[in-house]
């Protein structure tokens, strides 16, 4: 695993750890993008909706300028959204 996966900002911290259930909270859109890998380049799996629940794993990956929050989805696949569209 490269550093840049295990660098964890302190604000994140205190926001997000493993196994936490948030909910999709996009102010600018009724849904976010999931996509495959952190970052904007990312290819987007789907759509979540506004309200959705999500179960974070932890892991936090800073790219693009944003944190980037790994989160469970159904049959143990992963996904990624950036932290910005997901509720606190």
Do not use: H
């Not at 840049?4 to 009724?30: F, H, T, W, Y």
């Not at 987007?44 to 989160?71: A, C, H, P, Q, S």
Request: with cysteine.
């Amino acid at each position: 695993m490269s550093e840049e996966m295990n660098k964890i900002s302190d604000e994140a911290l205190e926001q997000v750890s493993g196994g936490r259930i948030r909910e999709i909270d996009n102010p600018d859109a009724p849904y976010a993008n999931i996509r495959s890998t952190p970052g904007m380049e990312s290819r987007i799996m789907f759509r979540m909706y506004n309200g959705e629940k999500v179960d974070t794993t932890g892991l936090v990956v800073n790219r693009d300028g944003l944190d980037w929050y790994e989160i469970y989805l159904d049959n143990d696949v992963m996904g990624w959204v950036a932290g910005c569209l997901i509720g606190y």
